[in-house]
RNA sequence: GCGGAUGUGGUGAAAUUGGUAGACACGCUAGACUUAGGAUCUAGUGCCGAGAGGUAUGCGGGUUCGAGUCCCUCCAUCCGCACCA
């Protein structure tokens, strides 16, 4: 019987529904090994060639996994909301979630197909309100809390009311950048407005008037990690900054735990750095310089070069700090307002491509020196950024590169204040430079100078120890209708939350999937019975980002059907945390960290028992196209072969890869292929083919490169696929996508077969295997097994290629090798191995809970071994030696050989290294 | 500018602790068997050279008996961040 995938496909597909195979349950005492894909947003494309490579290694690893005694939980769902789905709504009229079902069922064909072993009863969709209910019930977990800055953990918000009742809020401890204080007596007569405005300040989901990134196309707030260039990550709208009323998440009480917890996750360092650079943390002081004029509030700056204060020649502050207005005297308002309104015209992406180009202007204030008691200019420029630090810096143009182009620019003091120091070229940024015209800290360097100068801050009570992060809020709502409902109403505009058991507040009902007329989010079209919850006098409009359900759905599979909770406590401290997550890196970070973030939160309400959600990452690289170019004439329907192109005068023109085999073109193909195309001439390669150049692109519609895996399935089989996705290489990296190779993955599966039958028909031989079919067999075990256990899953193909073809060579059909070998293929070709097995085996057991083959090294003992013979490191001959032999003996063997005497040609050997089973190295 | 990754045949790549560079596969060349082949099998295939041999892991140095692997300098490509005070 020939191979015939198709049909094995099918039969066992079958078989694994009805047996449900997949399907796992909590087994106390086993124990457990959770592999995750990071779960795919379902788009209208489907799946190409790119996607499956990350779900292919981790269904290896969850096999063998299981092969190994594990309980593997290995599950697969949707990031169903997002915005393509809704766009499509808006043009079409369509419900998105019509689209959204109808894109899921091809996924899952999709995935059906590759034979992955998905436990699929525990399938979870985003946009399912059975799902975000519990979304919903998390955001009411982070809005009823706020961060304990000495406990460093959330705590219940009622917590910090209480304290406050009692007696205001000057001891307390809690994240905020709220710096006003009120006595108990205080709060208590606050109205209940004023108090929940206070309370936002602490709430770690909040309400808060925003610098957004709104981008007017989708009529939406983009995250920052959304934004690239001032332009949308999804489809490259222009994004410009806008004042809005925003909920937000306060993700920066966690900014220091974010980043410590790095450490104890094995993440490829390419990441962990992307998350240590957004979170971006910096310690210095922060410096209050007085203002020359009195009853004007001194102004705060952050620095992390406080040693460098006696170099101050101006301040400047950021043109949007609220600070500048107060401070600038009558006869500059004119020019500070022009300057301020200039500034405001120019977008995000203006202000990043003049970057080089600094300007600003003289506010008319001055400050006071804390040290030197001189007075110090204060200008307004766009290098200042407002929403880092404190919108305001100390210029030291002698220490700061963009401080010295400032000051030559508007042509400032550029005071020196260090040693032997060449100032006309540009600033000293040489941390081990000597200061000098810097009083107290004459002499000494960055490293001695700090301290010092800190002490002194504090003592004359100007300056403090600081530590300041790059990261901000994430802003956590969308004006978009595809997405979860915020489970909040409003009275009197005051946010009020829905009960649990009210919940899920599901989308409502609307007749456009668009902005009001007043610029409301399409939320706000429904009526008042359109809301199966409506309370107050309206209900929240916004709905929240893409990254709200994927913060947590790793929690959710654990349980997925879980009425009281994310997911049961039993299931929790069973499965915990992910032990092996797979997924693109371009989600660095974005949702990494939200996740991240979010399971700390859970952890520290003890919702869930770990504070980090995924132990180890990989991000599997991209798979890049591999266009097909043929060559036009210039004003011709005429094509020339690639290598006669030189000799014409044509350009390149991308064609189908689905009428190109290995660069040769399918003439005939390519003519039917576009009507302009019809009468198209050739000119042919000698040899009567027509071959192609390539180029190695990103897979778009547009390069006509997209490969989907169906018609590769359709062509060789899934176990073919699997298998030639991980043989391209190492996982991590990006390669391109070439199906030249397939056909010899697809040669290893038939010859694999063939291994097992004889003339087409199936037989094992019952008798015992020679030394050299065990050694075979063993040696391939140990082979796979350690590939598989550092994640080097292209060499394991490689591995079996040999085994088979040493087995071939052998002629071996012996049933105690073959069934081994067979066990060794099943992580990654489940199909074939699933027939061979039931061959063997019966039809009674799966191969998928057969134990894989364990290694045994006495197979593998060798008596002799085969020592290459170098002289002078290079490697000349190699000769056959005992094992037993010890080094004399050897030395004494090698140096009486006839080949020694040809390379010693006469001379006498300074030094002979040898390593007792590795090499000899003969030192001429 | 800062940070990370990667550079090995015509191509994808292998070489886990420094120890026979290029395994395995594609492609190519020649041949066998076939009505045919996108089937199967055999032999060859880094480069130079008829051969002996020489030479070769981005460039240049270094450490070592021995370097693709360790150290230093530089170059190229890709990715991320970027007036972050």
Redesign the pocket.
């Known amino acids: 019987m020939e191979l015939d995938f198709k049909s094995l496909a099918l039969k066992w597909q079958k078989n694994w529904t009805d047996t449900q195979a997949y399907k796992v349950e909590i087994q106390p005492g086993k124990p457990k090994y959770y592999v995750l894909d990071m779960f795919p947003y379902p788009s209208g494309a489907g799946l190409h060639v790119g996607h499956p490579l990350g779900y292919i290694a981790s269904d290896i690893v969850a096999r063998y996994k299981r092969m190994n005694g594990f309980n593997v939980l290995h599950p697969m769902g949707y990031d169903s909301f997002g915005l393509p789905a809704e766009q499509y709504a808006i043009q079409t009229g369509q419900h998105p979630a019509k689209t959204t079902e109808q894109n899921v069922k091809r996924y899952r064909e999709q995935m059906d197909q590759l034979g992955f072993s998905f436990d699929w009863s525990r399938s979870v969709q985003t946009s399912d309100p059975g799902y975000y209910k519990w979304t919903q019930w998390i955001f009411k977990r982070f809005f009823n809390a706020y961060y304990d800055t000495k406990l460093l953990k959330a705590r219940d918000i009622s917590d910090l009311i209480s304290q406050f009742e009692s007696e205001g809020n000057v001891n307390v401890e809690a994240y905020t950048e709220y710096n006003e204080f009120f006595t108990a007596t205080d709060w208590k007569a606050f109205s209940a407005s004023d108090k929940e405005n206070i309370l936002q300040h602490y709430r770690l989901a909040y309400l808060s008037d925003v610098w957004v990134n709104w981008c007017p196309t989708l009529g939406t707030v983009l995250a920052?990690?959304e934004v690239?260039n001032g332009t949308s990550v999804r489809g490259g709208h222009p994004v410009e900054q806008k004042k809005m009323r925003q909920w937000s998440m306060r993700i920066k009480a966690y900014a220091e735990r974010l980043l410590e917890g790095l450490n104890n996750i094995d993440w490829?360092?390419?990441i962990k750095?992307?998350q240590k650079?957004?979170i971006?943390k910096?310690e210095?002081a922060l410096i209050s310089f007085e203002m020359a004029e009195a009853n004007l509030p001194a102004i705060q700056?952050?620095?992390?070069?406080p040693d460098t204060i006696f170099g101050v020649s101006f301040l400047v502050l950021?043109p949007e700090n609220p600070i500048v207005e107060i401070l600038t005297p009558p006869e500059c308002k004119a020019s500070v307002l022009q300057y301020q309104k200039e500034v405001s015209l120019k977008s995000e992406r203006e202000?990043?491509t003049?970057?080089?180009?600094?300007?600003g202007v003289f506010t008319g204030a001055y400050v006071i020196h804390p040290f030197s008691k001189e007075k110090v200019p204060v200008w307004i420029g766009?290098?200042?950024?407002?929403?880092?630090?404190?919108?305001?810096?100390?210029a030291?143009p002698a220490g700061?590169q963009?401080?010295y182009?400032f000051a030559m620019k508007f042509n400032l003091p550029i005071p020196s204040i260090f040693e032997n120091c060449d100032l006309t070229q540009g600033a000293v940024v040489d941390k081990k430079a000597i200061l000098c015209n810097a009083s107290f800290l004459d002499g000494l360097t960055y490293a001695e100078a700090t301290p010092k100068v800190l002490d002194a801050l504090e003592k004359i009570g100007q300056g403090i120890r600081k530590i300041?992060y790059?990261l901000r809020d994430a802003v956590f709502s969308r004006q978009r209708y595809w997405g979860e409902p915020f489970p909040v109403y409003y009275d009197l505009e005051i946010p009020r939350l829905v009960e649990d058991r009210d919940l899920p507040v599901e989308l409502p009902k609307i007749d456009a999937f668009l902005p009001t007329e007043e610029g409301e989010p399409p939320l706000a079209r429904a009526q008042k019975t359109d809301w199966n919850v409506h309370l107050g006098d309206r209900m929240e409009f916004n709905t929240m980002p893409g990254w709200a359900g994927s913060s947590w759905y790793f929690l959710r599979y654990l349980d997925p059907k879980c009425e009281e909770g994310l997911a049961s406590k039993e299931s929790m401290d069973y499965w915990k945390n992910v032990d092996l997550y797979i997924g693109g890196?371009?989600h660095?970070?974005g949702h990494l960290l939200y996740a991240r973030f979010w399971t700390k939160f859970l952890c520290d309400l003890g919702i869930v028992p770990f504070d980090e959600p995924f132990k180890k990452l990989i991000n599997q690289g991209m798979i890049l196209g591999r266009s097909s170019y043929v060559y036009r004439l210039k004003a011709k329907n005429t094509f020339v072969s690639h290598g006669l192109k030189e000799a014409h005068e044509c350009f390149p023109v991308h064609v189908d890869i689905a009428l190109v085999?290995?660069d040769l073109l399918n003439l005939e193909g390519f003519k039917n292929w576009l009507p302009e195309y019809k009468n198209a001439e050739f000119i042919l390669e000698p040899?009567g083919t027509y071959v192609c150049g390539y180029e190695v692109e990103k897979m778009s519609k547009s390069k006509f490169n997209v490969q989907t895996p169906d018609e590769l399935v359709e062509?060789y089989g899934a176990d073919t696929l699997r298998m030639y996705e991980m043989?391209?290489?190492?996982i991590?990296?990006?390669?391109?996508w070439?199906i030249?190779?397939i056909?010899?993955?697809?040669?290893?599966l038939?010859?694999f077969w063939?291994l097992y039958h004889s003339n087409g028909v199936f037989g094992l031989s019952e008798e015992t295997p020679t030394s050299e079919e065990w050694r075979v067999l063993h040696k391939t075990i140990?082979?796979v097994r350690?590939?598989i256990d550092?994640f080097?899953l292209?060499?394991v193909?490689?591995?079996m290629?040999?085994a088979v073809?040493e087995l071939?060579?052998l002629k071996c059909n012996k049933k105690q090798i073959l069934t081994d070998l067979n066990l060794l293929l099943a992580p990654y070709a489940p199909y074939i191995t699933a027939e061979i097995w039931e061959k063997i085996a019966g039809k009674n057991t799966l191969i998928n809970d057969a134990k894989f083959p364990e290694f045994d090294e006495s197979y593998l003992v060798e008596s002799t071994?085969?020592y290459?013979i170098?002289f002078?490191?290079?490697?000349?001959f190699?000769v056959e030696l005992d094992l037993s032999l010890d080094i004399k003996e050897i030395e004494k063997l090698i140096l009486n050989m006839e080949e020694t005497k040809?390379w010693l040609d006469g001379k006498v050997p300074k030094?002979m290294?040898i390593?007792p089973g590795?090499?000899v190295?003969v030192?001429i």
């Open positions: 920052n990690d690239v490829s360092d390419s750095d992307q650079n957004w971006g910096s210095g700056v952050f620095s992390t070069r950021a202000r990043l003049e970057i080089k180009n600094q300007t766009d290098y200042v950024l407002a929403n880092y630090g404190t919108g305001a810096v100390m030291v700061d963009r401080d182009d300041n790059r890196n371009e660095a970070t085999e290995n040899n062509k043989f391209l290489g190492p991590e990296q990006s390669k391109p070439d030249k190779g056909t010899g993955v697809h040669g290893f038939k010859k063939r140990k082979k350690e590939d550092r080097s292209n060499t193909v490689s591995s290629m040999i073809n071939t060579d071994f085969s290459p170098s002078n490191g290079k490697m000349r190699t040809k030094k290294i390593v590795r090499i190295n030192v």
